[in-house]
């Protein structure tokens, strides 16, 4: 049995993997019931893909906004079209686990709630997951440390009711007397997210709040994503400045990840060995987000003198040139993701194949031969007859291997090993 601490995105994401492949598992939340207020304001084109994957996206895309562009102070500074093309979503947070619940119940699970991990017992041959945010209690069970620090001490957000003449295709920043404020469209015909450093600045009457949050952003990375037979995701594994929306996709991608690891081994396909590469493949993504979002935040949103003329004079100019947007955008959809290590080999290795991205199973180009003996290790695969080199991709998207037919059988019980069937007790 998977036992996931906690039904936010990350582990509602996990799950819904999980039973894809049959898994067992079990999903408990400390809460009383689902969350009502948004946090994430958006799915990344990432996400989104991971969301179809899980058969979870749903609606969203007919309900999001699509961001055409960033204003600066009125002015356009970057085009955000090419986002809006790969996927990107204005959408509430709480719609997307609206719809992994959904799927999740679909797939003969509900959520616990008003179960706190501490009052579940784990046994031996259980798996454990801390999906449980920030202050994870598996985390700290684990005795794993959470090694960060403060990025900005006040950050107020707010959801307002407002009947402002702005186009509800873009996101506005203005800085002026007020300092600097971010100004999001949410779904709903007056509905906006107002987020500063600096104070209470607002382009003209507020109708209503609908929620309103003073919060101190922080950068942190937990020390490792694995104890034995206790792993961490999302929130729990990693947190850093909201700037650039990654926390939720980054979170769904790690459920992504570890969901069909975990069902190989679960189901005696492959060894414990396989599990380590969770980590090797996310920490790394993790660590990029935090080394991103906070020098970010602190230019665009500092208060000192130096970060201020460094913003003005230097980093919003620069948004404009189409080198500095593609690199933006490429890094913001985490459509660029690209893994290394023994999942990712040969050419492209460990790069995500676009036209198998909505795929969701294993996908084999080659010979029949090698069919069998992917299914026999994999179960599930899809197969397109080639000649020439094989090819294998991941649940996720990514080329896993690359090389001759004749090589295949030695390199998946390589990267698999030989499974330890039937399971006894596995923690370290
Ligand atoms: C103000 C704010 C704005 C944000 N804006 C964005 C954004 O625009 N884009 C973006 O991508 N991200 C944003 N984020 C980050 C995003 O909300 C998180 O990254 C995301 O919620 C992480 O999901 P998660 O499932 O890992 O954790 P969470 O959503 O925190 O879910 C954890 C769950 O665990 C439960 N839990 C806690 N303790 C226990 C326990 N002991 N036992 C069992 N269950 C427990 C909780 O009740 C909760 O349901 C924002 C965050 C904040 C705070």
Partial sequence: MVIIAGAGPTGLALACGLRQYGVDVRVVD????????????????????VLYRLGALGDLPDKAIRLDALRLNGV?????????????????????????????SALGVEVEWGTPISEVPVSDDDWLVGCDGAHSAVRKM?????DGEAVMENFLLRDVHARWDLDRSSVHI?????????????????????????????PGEIDAVDWESTFRIHKRLASTYRRGNVFLAG????????????????????AENLAWKLALVVQGRASEKLLDTYEAERRPIAAAVLGSTTPATRISMGSGRVQRLLRDLVVFPALSLPPVQRLIIGFASQLGVKYSGPLAVGK?????????????????????????????????????????????????????????????????????????TPRLTTRS
């Fill in 30 to 49: 400390a809460a009383d019931r689902p969350a009502t207020t948004s946090r994430a304001l958006g799915v990344q084109p990432r996400g989104a893909e």
């Fill in 76 to 104: 356009q500074r970057l085009d955000l079209r090419p986002m809006a093309g790969a996927g990107a979503l204005i959408a509430s947070q709480t719609w997307v686990e609206a719809r992994l619940r959904d799927r999740l």
């Fill in 142 to 146: 684990a005795g794993i440390s959470f």
């Fill in 174 to 202: 203005y800085i002026n007397d007020g300092g600097l404020t971010a100004i999001f469209p949410l779904p709903g015909d007056d509905l906006w997210r107002v987020m500063s450093p600096d104070g209470r600045w607002a």
């Fill in 235 to 254: 929130d729990a594994a990693h947190i850093h400045s909201p700037l650039g929306g990654q926390g939720m996709n980054t979170g769904l991608g790690d």
């Fill in 348 to 420: 492209h290795g460990g790069e995500r194949m676009p036209a198998f991205a909505r795929t969701g199973k294993w996908v084999l180009a080659g010979p029949s031969t090698c069919l069998e003996v992917a299914r026999d290790r994999l179960g599930d695969v899809v197969h397109h007859e080639r000649a020439g080199d094989t090819l294998l991709v991941r649940p996720d998207g990514h080329m896993a291997w690359r090389g001759p037919s004749e090589r295949f059988s030695a390199w998946l019980n390589e990267v698999l090993g030989v499974p330890e």
